[in-house]
């Protein structure tokens, strides 16, 4: 037993007690008659004290020689403190050492071992293990754990039963890239590391296991972006003889499981929007709904005039920015300098001041008169002391670009509060979209999502059209998870597989035990998989997945604190049947 | 809602109640004027009751048409039933069929869905979906959910952070062969699936975490044994600041739990014995203690006589048979054989009759007396009725072929039973062992295991003596856990690496991150893995872990069911900067 108790623990009740502890030392305040030594573990910082009234010398003399980091080993007695800290738990008292071991020294740590750290992200990532001894990252991997724990506790709770499904699988030519695996026993054959545990997820279905989830690592050979890792978990459900409402009904429980029991927060039941309504409201099938500012489509009043970029514009939109008409001539050009950058695309926007008398004046006063302008204001629900931003344009465009001005002018006015959750179901999104890249239409969500009854008709002459049942939860503007009522018999599976761009044997030969599997009594399911990473950094309030996972890899892939990948030995290569055809 | 019951739910009751249920036709009784269905989901059988007064003809009709394994749904009224069936929860009641829904079709299935199958393993493998479908493996996959959470929840309980390590990491030479992945973003470049997260489990140590716990996928690309699988499941754990004892302590807790609650036995604290002494009385370093039938060694009262046998021996070691005295000649005869299979590998063997009347018969009755012989008996604690077999030769030789003839006589004995279960620590276990391939000693558990305090010094002199801080957790005769106290200085890492014949720039290139870290404040620390797999196959009473593993790998670590591994095309390769080199 190296300890009594931890570095957390002691209170006044424990006044007069011999205790024994270990940590890490936080710092040394030396006096010279005096010292006082923080000591830390993961539950807290406890105040040790010498004097020369108390501790021998040679005891005060080794207390002065530690540095940050040592790890100690102390014993002695708890003593009630003069100067009270009320803001942590052992504030109140103290321990008069008698017995101090030095269990390990420590070099200086690159970056200080505080709250707020100077170390840059390269470093803190390359001693990932210090870093992890600092409170905001040691409190995430906490709070991830208590997430992950809430979770498993609800689910299995309610009848759902975890099953491991295996990690090296097939590869599937399908969406972003599989990591592969090659192997030794199989020579010139590949695993593949599974992007998801989908298909076998739906066998468990037509296995009967009636109810599934599994908290699982997922892999993606995907160029990453700031906020993505190669690797990543879900909490991955399927359950069977459902309908879309089953499945919503019971995610919502567990999410609203989880703000109440991590977030100590109330919520009635979720709204819901289409797919539809949530690009045509706020041009994004996700929407943050924390606040308002929808979309308003102005087309109807501003096209009969003469002004030519409205007029030849497919869709002219705007929204109302709550006490915008604060902003100077200076931001306002700001703000449309903003919308021009390449990231955002606009050719420009037009504007409209709403006076606290209750006129308006806009950019585009040449064209539109009070009366125009009032129903700007009507339409984008402007109210007096606000500003109409207007962009116009090619659909899809202008809403997206819209969309990114809300976000902004949101965030500026400190209207995405963290602590403030708003969920929201997006529902019957279209089954595919059209890609100009391959020129080809993909499943949106993925091949066997099923497309909302009677509507299988429509694949042949308007497969853009076609909706399915699939939902995304979305909180606070992020996609925390996505799911859909699956395909359940061959014949549809094939139908869409083949509108997917896949022969017949290529669907045989990827997919052909998904298929054989629905011949043998596959019953009606559906299911939903939760990107953990991003509902923790969600439900933690903080925006970086990053900081929520232990040892993340940076935005190559790479692993800077073990430094992988790595190359490996020709023996290896050689053993694998592999040989490197390096480009360069 | 496809059902307001499921088919395990209902009970006299709800006699009356209007109900709907959803599942598969496990089997169809058409007697003309009256049908019986059996329907099944997973949480039981309710049976569907149709007849010419109370169903209309043309439901009849439908009801008789229906298949094996097909999906329905049928809406009817809980009636009594007549002639009751105790042995279900639902015997007492059957549902009156008014509508009846065909949800999916089935073709026949290939082997019958039942508790005993007619499906040999290659079909039932390769349909594993349907295997799923019947009791015993359905029950095992929810039994082994009910122990991961039951682990899960104590180590929660008790301090424990769970926290997901990476499954891209970087090869390491040590041990079983590595699982590699080629990255594509890094050129020429592989990531390594962990063998176990071992490296990442005591970072989290120096960084402070406490107590760690992981249910977490590993990777060994070993030749695959019958029960061994490429992927399988380890419950790792670490704790800083404790000795062997902690650990001990904390894990025998966590294993009487879940002895406790999963099978509802009551433990005493857990027996403990040295590897030395394992070796000596079992033969073996995972004694089945079960049953006794200890080790008797005999070189003192054997080799003053004149059987040169025994004079020549290294070791005489002999175990008394319970009962084994009613052995005709014919059965001993083959045990002799059975003992000199290759398998076993002995040269042969002495066997000596305990008669009831106290006497002795040895198959040497030339070479040694009755005196001679009740000394066997006395060291063997072999009494009237027993049969005393002794082997000799070569110690470690002889131990193991006397350790399988111990197990093979138990099993057949009936004295390993599955519902008893004996717990075992096996501690001080060597810190190397020589192997006579590589003519080198290997770490027994791992390079990161620390030597008994003093004993490094040895490792020069005798490194085959030094003692580890390690320790076994063996469950009737298997290896459920094993850890070990860590190394946790830099100084004290290089010298084990140097010993296992690690240059120093090897050790750097391998494990330089983590002997960086031992300089930055590592704590003591130590820990434990649990198989699983192995653990849940054994608490279920049962021998295989394949059938605790929802889609298991063959012996050539094939998928059979989705045909993994598989070739992959060569744009794939050509992305990886990888080329085939097959060696056939």
Same mark, same amino acid.
């Given at each position: 037993?190296?300890?009594?108790?931890?570095?957390? /623990?002691? &209170?006044?009740?424990?006044?007069?007690?011999?205790?024994?502890?270990?940590?890490?030392?936080?710092?040394?305040? +030396?006096?010279?008659?005096?010292?006082?030594?923080?000591?830390?573990?993961?539950?807290?910082? &406890?105040?040790?004290?010498?004097?020369?009234?108390?501790?021998?010398?040679?005891?005060?003399?080794?207390?002065? %020689?530690?540095?940050?980091?040592?790890?100690?080993?102390?014993?002695?007695?708890?003593?009630?403190? #003069?100067?009270?800290?009320?803001?942590?738990?052992?504030?109140?008292?103290?321990?008069?050492?008698?017995?101090?071991?030095?269990?390990?020294?420590?070099?200086?740590?690159?970056?200080?071992?505080?709250?707020?750290?100077?170390?840059?992200?390269?470093?803190?990532?390359?001693?990932?293990?210090?870093?992890?001894?600092?409170?905001?990252?040691?409190?995430?991997?906490?709070?991830?754990?208590?997430?992950?724990?809430?979770?498993?506790?609800?689910?299995?709770?309610?009848?759902?039963?975890?099953?491991? &499904?295996?990690?090296?699988?097939?590869?599937?030519?399908?969406?972003?890239?599989?990591?592969?695996?090659?192997?030794?026993?199989?020579?010139?054959?590949?695993?593949?590391?599974?992007?998801?545990?989908?298909?076998?997820?739906?066998?468990?279905?037509?296995?009967?296991?009636?109810?599934?989830?599994?908290?699982?690592?997922?892999?993606? +050979? /995907?160029?990453?972006?700031?906020?993505?890792?190669?690797?990543?978990?879900?909490?991955?459900?399927?359950?069977?003889?459902?309908?879309?409402?089953?499945?919503? +009904?019971?995610?919502?429980?567990?999410?609203?499981?989880?703000?109440?029991?991590?977030?100590?927060?109330?919520?009635?039941?979720?709204?819901?929007?289409?797919? *539809?309504?949530?690009?045509?409201?706020?041009?994004?099938?996700?929407?943050?709904?924390?606040?308002?500012?929808?979309?308003?489509?102005?087309?109807?009043?501003?096209?009969?005039?003469?002004?030519?970029?409205?007029? @030849?514009?497919?869709?002219?939109?705007?929204?109302?920015?709550?006490?915008?008409?604060?902003?100077?001539?200076?931001?306002?050009?700001?703000?449309?300098?903003?919308?021009?950058?390449?990231?955002?695309?606009?050719?420009?926007?037009?504007?409209?001041?709403?006076?606290?008398?209750?006129?308006?004046?806009?950019?585009?006063?040449?064209?539109?008169?009070?009366?125009?302008?009032?129903?700007?204001?009507?339409?984008?629900?402007?109210?007096?002391? +606000?500003?109409?931003?207007?962009?116009?344009?090619?659909?899809?465009?202008?809403?997206?670009?819209?969309?990114?001005?809300?976000?902004?002018?949101? /965030?500026?006015?400190?209207?995405? %509060?963290?602590?403030?959750? #708003?969920?929201?179901?997006?529902?019957?999104?279209?089954?595919?979209?059209?890609?100009? /890249?391959?020129?080809?239409?993909?499943?949106?969500?993925?091949?066997?999502?099923?497309?909302?009854?009677?509507?299988?008709?429509?694949?042949?002459?308007?497969?853009?059209?076609?909706?399915?049942?699939?939902? *995304?939860?979305?909180?606070?503007?992020?996609?925390?998870?996505?799911?859909?009522?699956?395909?359940?018999?061959?014949?549809?599976?094939?139908?869409?597989?083949?509108?997917?761009?896949?022969?017949?044997?290529?669907?045989?030969?990827?997919?052909?035990?998904?298929?054989? #599997?629905?011949?043998?009594?596959?019953?009606?399911?559906?299911?939903?998989?939760?990107?953990?990473?991003?509902?923790?950094?969600?439900?933690?309030?903080?925006?970086?997945?990053?900081?929520?996972?232990?040892?993340?890899?940076?935005?190559?892939?790479?692993?800077?604190?073990?430094?992988?990948?790595?190359?490996?030995?020709?023996?290896?290569?050689?053993?694998?049947?592999?040989?490197?055809?390096?480009? @360069?």
């Amino acid at each position: 037993m190296y300890r009594s108790h931890t570095c957390g /623990e002691l &209170t006044a009740a424990h006044i007069n007690t011999e205790v024994t502890l270990a940590g890490w030392v936080q710092g040394v305040r +030396d006096k010279g008659f005096m010292i006082y030594i923080d000591l830390r573990d993961r539950y807290g910082i &406890t105040q040790l004290y010498f004097d020369e009234e108390h501790s021998a010398k040679d005891l005060m003399k080794k207390a002065q %020689k530690l540095g940050r980091e040592f790890v100690v080993q102390i014993t002695g007695k708890v003593i009630e403190r #003069a100067s009270k800290n009320p803001n942590i738990s052992t504030g109140a008292i103290e321990v008069l050492v008698s017995e101090l071991n030095i269990l390990n020294t420590a070099l200086l740590p690159p970056f200080t071992i505080e709250d707020k750290t100077d170390g840059g992200d390269d470093l803190r990532m390359k001693y990932r293990y210090l870093d992890i001894r600092r409170n905001p990252v040691k409190d995430n991997l906490i709070f991830r754990h208590n997430v992950t724990q809430s979770v498993r506790n609800y689910l299995s709770n309610n009848g759902f039963i975890e099953v491991e &499904t295996p990690y090296l699988i097939k590869s599937t030519p399908e969406g972003a890239r599989d990591f592969v695996v090659p192997s030794r026993m199989n020579e010139g054959q590949f695993y593949a590391l599974p992007q998801s545990p989908q298909t076998f997820k739906q066998l468990l279905m037509v296995g009967g296991m009636d109810k599934y989830f599994q908290i699982v690592r997922c892999f993606r +050979d /995907e160029d990453l972006r700031a906020d993505r890792q190669p690797e990543f978990t879900q909490i991955d459900c399927e359950m069977a003889f459902v309908e879309q409402e089953d499945v919503l +009904d019971t995610f919502e429980g567990l999410t609203r499981h989880l703000l109440k029991e991590i977030n100590g927060v109330d919520l009635d039941s979720f709204p819901r929007i289409t797919y *539809d309504d949530a690009m045509r409201l706020y041009g994004n099938d996700k929407p943050d709904i924390r606040f308002g500012m929808q979309f308003g489509e102005l087309n109807n009043v501003t096209q009969h005039k003469d002004f030519n970029v409205f007029n @030849s514009a497919e869709l002219v939109v705007g929204i109302a920015v709550p006490g915008g008409n604060t902003y100077t001539r200076k931001d306002i050009d700001k703000l449309i300098d903003w919308v021009k950058r390449p990231q955002v695309g606009a050719q420009g926007m037009v504007y409209c001041r709403c006076n606290d008398d209750g006129t308006f004046k806009s950019s585009v006063d040449k064209f539109y008169d009070q009366d125009d302008l009032s129903k700007w204001a009507d339409i984008t629900g402007a109210k007096s002391g +606000d500003l109409i931003c207007v962009l116009s344009g090619e659909v899809n465009k202008v809403r997206s670009q819209l969309s990114a001005l809300r976000m902004e002018l949101a /965030e500026r006015l400190g209207l995405r %509060k963290p602590n403030e959750f #708003a969920p929201l179901w997006v529902v019957d999104f279209p089954l595919l979209e059209w890609d100009e /890249e391959t020129e080809r239409y993909h499943a949106m969500h993925h091949p066997f999502t099923s497309p909302k009854p009677g509507q299988l008709e429509l694949l042949d002459t308007k497969p853009g059209e076609v909706k399915a049942n699939a939902y *995304d939860l979305v909180l606070n503007g992020n996609e925390i998870g996505g799911g859909s009522i699956r395909i359940h018999d061959k014949a549809t599976q094939a139908i869409m597989l083949k509108h997917l761009g896949f022969s017949d044997d290529e669907a045989r030969a990827q997919f052909g035990f998904l298929m054989d #599997a629905f011949e043998y009594g596959a019953p009606p399911h559906g299911g939903i998989a939760f990107g953990l990473d991003r509902l923790v950094s969600i439900l933690g309030g903080q925006e970086t997945i990053r900081d929520f996972i232990a040892f993340p890899k940076n935005n190559s892939g790479r692993d800077v604190m073990i430094n992988a990948p790595a190359p490996i030995d020709d023996e290896q290569l050689e053993e694998l049947s592999l040989k490197l055809n390096l480009k @360069s």
